[in-house]
């Protein structure tokens, strides 16, 4: 039988949530029945981005495409669209490509257009918005996105809260597939969990008894990283515990957050540890995770420090509520209340028990509902379907 030719479009920036997803996709994509091909737009003035890196022997063929010649600051590249457009349609055509799929704004833009053009089908990931009231380009970019995604042929929706949002922006349900996020689940009783966590913890001089605070993702003003700073400011001061909060991952809000930790006099007790690539190790070395996100699709993040046992504190949006059950396998928190989270994370601390329960049962929810296998065999099946739907038009024709 002849392959499924599948041709994936992203822009790979920071190695996030997107990237992992992309990335696990294509780990665990059937290769006896679709033929994957990566097209990646790339900022040329930047370095070789880690996602590029991490499936060059994973990925046969990856095409590159600049999304501008040129970084704004040297001025405005007003041809970056339409050259972006041609040069992905032109790979296309030579591809003889059976679907295409989009993750993020600019490729679901650039991606689609370049698509229908062709007549190929579209299947686009929407992995969530960013909602900043204050940043009128994010949303001239949400809002664009909204609409192109009404003539993509098929959408993934990583959670119930984005697929109610397309809906309310008038994209049909029934091209909508819930589909959340979902990874490998890590061999935790073969591990020497112990060991790994005192050389993590050691690093950042983090002893034995103190209470480790963990955070991984994109430094940015949507995931609620003040509201951290706030609460482990009332930790220390509230407890008899000596607490410490680490950091992982780079972005926009980086100088703000360090300036606001300086001005409290918190450096002792807020690590920022920039990119890291082994994040099992730092979420082993916690003792309670947190994402205090002000906005979320269904987060790699949480779903991987759930993965490894660890008890969670997250803010109550988006799609997290479909994965925490309060009080059962992590607490939810209303987003920016940093006094219930300090609560919140206060009672965790003085309750060790509390801790192992929830990280029991928290690893066990990610082993029933989001491993790897029956999230690839749910896109597989929009893959196929969407071959099905296609044929049958050509045979109309």
Known sequence: ??????????????????????????????????????ILLVRP????????????????????????????????DICRVPRCIYKIYSILKRGNFDIVHAHGYFADFVGIISAKIIGIPVVSTCHGYIDNNDDMKLKMYNKLDCFMLKFSDSIISVSEDIERLLCSCGVRGGKIKLIPNSITVPDID????ASVRNTYRARIRVGKDDFLIGFIGRVSEEKGLKDLVEAVDILRNGTNHNVKAYIVGTGRQEKELKELVDRKAMKENIVFLGFQEDIAGWILASDVFVLPSLTEGTPMSLLEAMSYAKPLVASNVGGIPEVINNGVNGFLVSPGDWNSLAVTLRNLMDDAGLRKRLGVSARETIIAKYNIRSWMEKINSVYLELCNNNMAIVADL
């Open 190 to 193: 073969n591990m020497d969990i």
């Open 1 to 38: 039988m002849k392959k499924i030719k599948i041709a994936m479009i992203l822009t790979p920036i920071e190695f996030g949530g997107i990237e992992r997803v992309c990335l696990n996709h294509l780990k665990y994509n059937d290769r006896n029945i679709f033929d994957i091909e990566l």
């Open 45 to 76: 003035w930047e370095n070789i981005s880690t996602f590029h890196v991490n499936i060059i022997n994973i990925v046969d063929n990856i095409h590159i495409v600049p999304v501008a010649l040129y970084p704004r600051s040297v001025g405005i």
